[in-house]
């Protein structure tokens, strides 16, 4: 965007509903935060079975229980996750100082780049115990499709978590235009380097208007005049 700084505009304008949901990084965080819905609701509702001479339920991954938790686990922290990013986009536009908005982006990066991380290893983790998981231990075959889900959109999740944290890099790299952006935001009330007029009290005026002569009247100047007499030659 011309003349702003991490890819918004000057602080102050009107918040656009339109063009907020508009914005790639946006998207990506609604499209990240429906996956962590459906990974950690899927392992929820259907992640646990038992067998037909057991009333214990288990992990459906390999009947481990650390698989499920870390799915869930890693689910619902991408949820808040993301809705705090979402926060964090809509106040952006408001942000004065070039310093915290460089701060929110670089922690944008670093975040996205994290979660991106830890989906892999819950894609790998889930895939791993999904493989390793006995026909015996669950004969009916139940929760093989949440399961699968689970494992998907894990897989979808790493992508989306990437791209917002190149997203967030190229608006690291837009940089701030300084001519309109101070790197020292203070507010204007704050500031005791105000350009006021010094105050002065009413004795100061009084002395300086007593000091004040008022220039000769303009006769003396023609009195002084008249003695002078032109020759002719």
């Not at 392992?43 to 339920?57: A, C, H, K, P, S």
């Not at 499920?68 to 100082?97: H, K, R």
């Not at 026909?135 to 999740?157: K, Q, V, Y």
Request: glycine share 8%.
């Amino acid at each position: 965007m011309d003349g702003g700084a991490f890819g918004a505009g000057k602080a102050g304008g009107a918040f656009d509903p339109h063009a907020f949901i508009r914005q790639p990084h946006t998207l990506l965080r609604f499209v990240s935060w429906l996956f962590s819905i459906v990974v950690f609701g899927s392992i929820v509702n259907e992640g646990y079975v038992n067998r037909l001479d057991e009333t214990q339920e288990h992990c459906i991954f390999n009947r481990n229980r650390n698989a499920c938790n870390y799915g869930i686990t890693v689910g619902v922290l991408a949820f808040l996750s993301c809705l705090l990013y979402l926060a964090l986009d809509a106040y952006f536009p408001q942000i004065s100082s070039v310093k915290d908005r460089k701060k929110a982006v670089l922690s944008d990066i670093g975040v996205s780049a994290f979660w991106a991380f830890l989906w892999f290893v819950g894609f790998c983790f889930l895939t791993n115990q999904w493989q390793a998981s006995k026909e015996e231990d669950n004969p009916l075959n139940e929760g093989a499709d949440a399961a699968r889900a689970a494992i998907t959109f894990s897989f979808f999740s790493i992508f989306t978590w990437v791209g917002q944290a190149f997203l967030a890099y190229q608006r690291f790299r837009l940089g701030a235009d300084s001519a309109l952006f101070s790197q020292d935001y203070m507010d204007p009330s704050q500031d005791s380097g105000m350009p006021y007029a010094p105050y002065t009290n009413e004795e100061d005026a009084t002395d300086a208007v007593g000091t004040y002569q008022q220039p000769p009247p303009a006769d003396a100047f023609d009195t002084e005049t008249q003695g002078y007499q032109t020759q002719n030659y």
